[in-house]
């Protein structure tokens, strides 16, 4: 099978979007398909060197442009449709923005899988002219034959259909991401649970990721004699605000470690016992499954596509959003029953390499192209 993978953002930071996406266009490869590439991915270096060479890369429509200017639709449009014709793709499987890439497919009769990795509906419901026009757009593909629709969490799903209708969406299809990371993440040892806890936070630093919960938290566990140190990684806009809500009284600056980006996620991984996600609307969270994958329990909100992936009780231990108190005991139970959390961490990494391979990801999306290419063939 030919196949087009079009990712239309690629941050320096490499978040979920680009990883998977990239993860994907390589699983596809090994599994003996021709992958063709559109995406910007020389914006991120350690994704562009994961590239082969004899996977064709065409970064085109971010060629020249001005420095905080995105590519625009005609630009993916005209790339796109070079590429079909080139190299003879049967299927395009989409990422990011999507209006001109389904303009190429539509002229080309080549069908687009779009794959939304979040969506937050309330940006589509606004009076504005421009909303109403780009929902007006979406329903209009959603009524397309062409076009097959992909959510990586039941949460992105119901956040996609509360967009577009219910009754609309007749070809949206749940696919869990799957990442290439997990087997190296097996290898890890696990946590010892041995001295002060060591609780893991890995995400961007921003506030829709909950970072301004864990001053709430970290004060919380002081207060209640916990020995503990907490381990920041990533970064982000809101970074000077939280070291400095982390600074304030009733905290020990000496228990805090900001660690910045870093890509190697064995590094991360290994130098905590317990993960920590505040995000109340993840849409699935590869970090949820990295850090099972690692033996790492979670420990979070029930809230997102998060208890699609932790299971409260069996993976980790889960609260209702924004309940910081709830947080805090479920880290003081580990922190007084280490055997508990170790199991509970074992749990996990069984279920991230079951459920959360690349290969699975790989197959169920080669399954959806498969049923795709036959409903073509027989019309």
């Known amino acids: 099978m030919r196949i087009l993978l079009v990712n239309t953002y690629v941050g320096p930071g490499a978040g979920g979007q680009e990883r998977v996406a990239l993860d994907l266009a390589l699983g596809l490869r090994e599994a ?16 562009l060197r994961r ?6 890369l065409c970064e085109a429509p971010w060629r020249d442009l001005a420095p905080g200017r995105r590519e625009s639709h005609l630009r ?79 949460f992105t799903k119901s956040c996609f259909q509360q967009i577009l209708g219910r009754d609309r969406v007749t070809r949206l299809l749940t696919i869990p991401n799957g990442l290439s990371a997990i087997p190296a993440l097996l290898q890890l040892p696990p946590p010892e649970f041995s001295g002060a806890l060591k609780i893991g936070f890995v995400g961007r630093l921003e506030e829709i990721k909950g970072i301004f919960d864990l001053p709430v938290v970290a004060r919380e566990l002081a207060r209640r004699g916990i020995a503990y140190r907490l381990l920041v990684f990533g970064d982000g806009s809101m970074e000077k605000e939280l070291r400095a809500r982390l600074a304030g009284p009733g905290i020990d600056p000496l228990a805090i470690s900001f660690r910045g980006y870093e890509p190697d996620l064995g590094r991360i991984y290994s130098a905590f016992d317990v993960f920590l996600q505040l995000a109340p609307n993840e849409w699935l969270g590869l970090t949820n499954i990295e850090a099972l994958a690692a033996a790492r329990p979670v420990v979070g909100y029930n809230s997102g596509g998060t208890p699609e992936v932790v299971r409260d009780g069996h993976h980790g231990c889960l609260c209702a959003p924004g309940d910081t108190s709830g947080i805090v005991e479920r880290l003081v139970q580990l922190y007084r029953d280490p055997e508990t959390a170790k199991g509970l961490g074992q749990n996990g990494r069984a279920w991230a390499r079951k459920g959360f391979s690349l290969e699975r990801m790989t197959s169920d999306y080669l399954e959806l192209f498969s049923r795709i290419q036959q409903t073509q063939r027989s019309r």
């Open 76 to 154: 993916l449009f005209t790339s796109t449709l070079h590429l079909i014709r080139r190299h003879g793709i049967q299927i395009v499987s989409g990422h990011g923005r999507m209006f001109g890439v389904y303009g190429a497919c539509r002229v080309s009769g080549v069908p687009l899988v779009w794959t939304w990795h979040g969506a937050d509906p309330s940006a589509y419901v606004s009076p504005s002219v421009k909303t109403r026009a780009i929902r007006s757009m979406l329903r209009f593909l959603a009524d397309d034959p062409l076009v097959h629709f992909v959510a990586v969490s039941n």
């Open 51 to 56: 590239i082969p060479s004899d996977v064709p």
């Open 32 to 47: 003996g398909h021709n992958v063709v590439v559109l995406a910007p991915y020389s914006n991120s270096p350690p994704l």
